[in-house]
C-alpha cells in the first residue's frame, strides 16, 4: 500500500492528467514542505544531473529540440523571449519622397517595416531615445527608388502586364543598400538586404513612381511586432498513454484509430490482436477515445510535466540555434540586472 | 526596485520594466527554497509594465536574502542551459 501510494504521489507530481471533462494536477506543487519524504529544495546538481537537451532537427531556419528536467516557469520565459524580446533589426522611419503609387505612404510605410532584414543586431546598437537623425552604430539605411514606364516593343494586342510594362512589380530585391558615415569600413564583406527577395510590396503603372529613404533600427518584438525574429516559436509537453488494462482485438482497432497515426501498434499475441503504444510522442490528443464509452476508462491521458518539446522556426535573420543562445543569455542578463541593483542600492 | 515592507522579513519589492517572463521564473525559483514562507508575484495594471514580488521568509532571515539567492540560482539555471544547448548543437551538428 506504501508503494502504491508513493506511485500515485510520484505521478501527481510529475503527469499532467487529461481528464474527461478537464485537466487535472496542472499547476507545479513539488516546492519544499509540500511532501513529506521528498526534496525539494533548490539542489544544483542534482538538476545538473536530471536535465538534458536533445535536438530532434533541425532545417533551413527551423529547429525541434526536446528540454527535459526543467519547469513550465523558465520553459515559458525563454518561449516569451524568444516571441518579445530577442532584438532585431527592421525598418522604423520611412521618409517618403516621391510616392506617385496607388499605395498609401502610411500603407507602404507599414509594409516596408514588416519585411526582415538579414543584418545581424549584435552588431548594432538601439538608438538613444530622442535622437532623430541616427548614427551610424545605430542605423541601417535602405533606399528604394523605382518608376513603372511602358514598353515600347510589345505587341499591339498583348493585355500581359509583364510585357506591356517595366517594373510594375515592385520587389523586396529592389531595396538597395546605401551605408552611412563609416559603415563601408565597419562592414567590408557585410551584404545588407532583405531575407527574401521576393516580397512583393507595390504594384505600379507607367508614370508611378516611388522613391523613398528607410532608417532601420534595432528593436524588440516587445516594442512591435516587426521586431520578432522568430516565425514562431512554441512547445508541448511530452504525451505519455498508459493503458490500464489490455486491449484486444476490435478494440484494439478502434484505439488505433482514435490516436494519431503510428501512436498505437497492433501486434498479433498468439492469435490475438493486442495493442500497444509505440510512440506516444507523435500524438497531438485529440481525445478521440473519450468518445468511446468501452474504451474511455482502459486509457489514461497524461503529460510529462518537465519534458518540453520547443519547435522554433526563424524569420531567416538569424539561425534558430543562435536565437536561443541568445534568448537564454537575456533571461541571464535580466538577472544580472536586478543583482547590480541589489549591490548597489543598500536596503533599508 | 523598491523594497516596502513591515519588517525585514516579509518584503514587497516593486520590480519596473518587469512582467510575466522574469516574475513567474523567479517565484519557482524563490519558491524552491525551504526557508521561504510565502513567495508570490503580481502585475498590478497591464498596462504599466511593473510587478509586486513578495517574498516572506520563515524566521529572521532577512527576505532580501531569498531574493539574492533566487536570482543567483537562475543565473546558475540559464548558464547550465546554454551551455548544455551549445553542446548538445554541436554534438548534433558532428553526427549529421
Known amino acids: 500500500a506504501a508503494m502504491a501510494a508513493r506511485a500515485l504521489t510520484d505521478s501527481m507530481r510529475d503527469r499532467v492528467v487529461l481528464g474527461e471533462f478537464g485537466v487535472r494536477n496542472v499547476h507545479t506543487t513539488d516546492f519544499p514542505g509540500n511532501y513529506p519524504g521528498y526534496e525539494d529544495a533548490w539542489d544544483q546538481r542534482r538538476f545538473e544531473e536530471a536535465f538534458r537537451v536533445d535536438i530532434i532537427r533541425e532545417e533551413e531556419g527551423a529547429l525541434e529540440f526536446d528540454m527535459v528536467g526543467i519547469d513550465a516557469a523558465i520553459a515559458n520565459a525563454f518561449r516569451r523571449i524568444l516571441l518579445a524580446e530577442v532584438p532585431t533589426m527592421a525598418v522604423e522611419k520611412v521618409f517618403v519622397y516621391n510616392n506617385t503609387s496607388i499605395v498609401q505612404d502610411e500603407i507602404l510605410a507599414h509594409r516596408l517595416g514588416l519585411i526582415p532584414i538579414r543584418a545581424d543586431p549584435r552588431l548594432f546598437e538601439y538608438r538613444n531615445q530622442g535622437d532623430e537623425e541616427g548614427t551610424e552604430i545605430d542605423t541601417l539605411q535602405f533606399q528604394l527608388k523605382i518608376k513603372c514606364s511602358r514598353n515600347p516593343q510589345a505587341a499591339k494586342e498583348s493585355s500581359d502586364p509583364n510585357e506591356l510594362y517595366f517594373n510594375h512589380k515592385v520587389y523586396s530585391k529592389h531595396m538597395t543598400w546605401v551605408p552611412l558615415g563609416n559603415q563601408t569600413d565597419l562592414f567590408p564583406d557585410a551584404d545588407f538586404r532583405p531575407v527574401h527577395d521576393d516580397i512583393l510590396i507595390a504594384l505600379l503603372r507607367p508614370g508611378q513612381e516611388i522613391d523613398v529613404l528607410m532608417h532601420c533600427v534595432k528593436g524588440i518584438g516587445k516594442d512591435h511586432a516587426k521586431f520578432s525574429p522568430v516565425a514562431t516559436a512554441s512547445y508541448r509537453l511530452l504525451p505519455d498513454i498508459t493503458l490500464l488494462q489490455p486491449i484486444e482485438d476490435e478494440a484494439a482497432e478502434t484505439l488505433q484509430k482514435c490516436f494519431s497515426p503510428g501512436v498505437i501498434e497492433i501486434q498479433k499475441i498468439k492469435g490475438k490482436k493486442v495493442a500497444r503504444v509505440a510512440n506516444a510522442r507523435l500524438d497531438t490528443f485529440s481525445r478521440e477515445v473519450f468518445r468511446h464509452e468501452n474504451l474511455k476508462n482502459l486509457v489514461r491521458l497524461a503529460r510529462v510535466r518537465n519534458h518540453y518539446i520547443f519547435s522554433v522556426e526563424s524569420t531567416g535573420i538569424l539561425p534558430p540555434d543562435v536565437l536561443v543562445s541568445e534568448a537564454i543569455k537575456i533571461l541571464m542578463g535580466k538577472c544580472q540586472r536586478f543583482l547590480n541593483e541589489l549591490d548597489s542600492v543598500p536596503m533599508e | ?96
Request: charged letters at 25%; a negative charge.
Open chain 2, 1 to 96: 526596485v523598491q523594497a516596502d515592507g513591515t519588517d525585514g522579513n516579509c518584503v514587497t519589492f516593486v520590480l519596473h520594466d518587469e512582467d510575466h517572463t522574469l516574475g513567474n521564473s523567479l517565484r519557482y525559483m524563490v519558491m524552491k527554497n525551504p526557508d521561504v514562507e510565502f513567495c508570490g508575484y503580481c502585475i498590478t495594471h497591464p498596462s504599466e509594465s511593473k510587478i509586486n514580488f513578495r517574498i516572506q521568509t520563515r524566521g529572521t532571515l532577512p527576505a532580501v536574502e531569498p531574493f539574492r539567492k533566487g536570482l543567483n540560482d537562475l543565473m546558475g539555471v540559464c548558464q547550465h542551459v546554454l551551455n548544455t544547448f551549445e553542446r548538445s548543437m554541436k554534438e548534433f551538428r558532428a553526427q549529421r
